[in-house]
């Protein structure tokens, strides 16, 4: 099996070698990742610079690393077009310091790495520990690695692209793994204004709402100490929507024609 590791923290990222470390014993890794910290990225690519490439020694010994001067998913972009002449199998994205959970999957460079591998034919799994100190992180790792096992041996289909987090809880004290979907919006965008002397500046400020989350969600799960896994191959892009259908695509049909 031939894994693609990334992430959006940067290739010095601890949690990123964590992954390395336990899933090296499953397939033949390759690290491409943002050479610096790009969380928040989402799925950002590059298209108006050229995007500088460093092979760089690995943190752990034999495995080929590449520093990308880019986005997490310019990382992901130009290793599996590029820098690796083979098919990646999986792209393992991760472990990111901090949540990523309901709708910030759409602003996360740890997803939406992810995203682009599954996009181009591989398996994707995005792995975050809610944590930012990221005590746990190797907890996270081997779990991704168990999950890559379950892949490997067929247990699981291929081609399925999960956003998986785990709360900040010793292994002892965490509770159950839930298969979840995504909780809508847990966060309010305020924008703070400052000046620093010669011109103002303003900071995008993301506020928690103070709500429940839906039982079935991520961060339900997460609030209780489960784990949680979210198959983002449906949710994310194949959510049915049932106010769309064929009879109200065939009257907007009508009006824009008529
Ligand atoms: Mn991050």
Redesign the pocket.
């Known amino acids: 099996m031939n894994i693609l590791v990334t992430n959006?923290?940067g290739i010095l990222a601890p949690g990123l070698w964590s992954l390395v470390s336990e899933l090296k014993q499953i397939g033949h890794i390759t690290v491409a990742a943002p050479d610096r910290e790009q969380?928040a990225q989402g799925t950002a690519v590059t298209l108006r610079h050229p995007l500088r490439v460093q092979r760089v020694k690995p943190l752990l010994a034999g495995v080929e690393t590449y520093a990308i001067e880019g986005t997490p998913s310019d990382s992901v972009i130009l290793a599996m077009g590029k820098l690796i002449p083979g098919r990646i199998d999986l792209v393992v994205s991760g472990v990111?310091?901090?949540p990523n959970l309901g709708d910030d999957v759409l602003i996360s460079?740890?997803v939406g790495a992810a995203l682009q591998g599954y996009l181009r034919g591989a398996t994707a799994i995005a792995v975050s520990v809610e944590s930012f100190e990221s005590r746990y992180r190797d907890n996270a790792a081997r779990l991704a690695a168990l999950i890559t096992g379950k892949i490997a041996d067929d247990t699981l289909p291929g081609h399925l692209f999960l956003n998986v987090n785990l709360p900040d809880l010793p292994l002892g004290s965490t509770g159950r793994i839930r298969v979840t979907g995504l909780a809508s919006r847990s966060h309010i965008d305020t924008v703070k204004e400052g000046h620093d002397g010669k011109k103002a500046y303003y900071w995008l400020i993301r506020q928690k709402i103070d709500r429940d989350a839906g039982e079935n969600t991520d961060i339900h799960a997460i609030e209780q100490g489960d784990i949680s896994i979210t198959p983002l191959h449906q949710e994310l892009l194949n959510k049915p929507l049932p106010g769309i259908t064929d009879r109200l695509c065939a009257e907007l049909l009508a009006s824009l024609k008529g």
């Open positions: 959006d923290d969380s990111n310091a901090g460079g740890t």
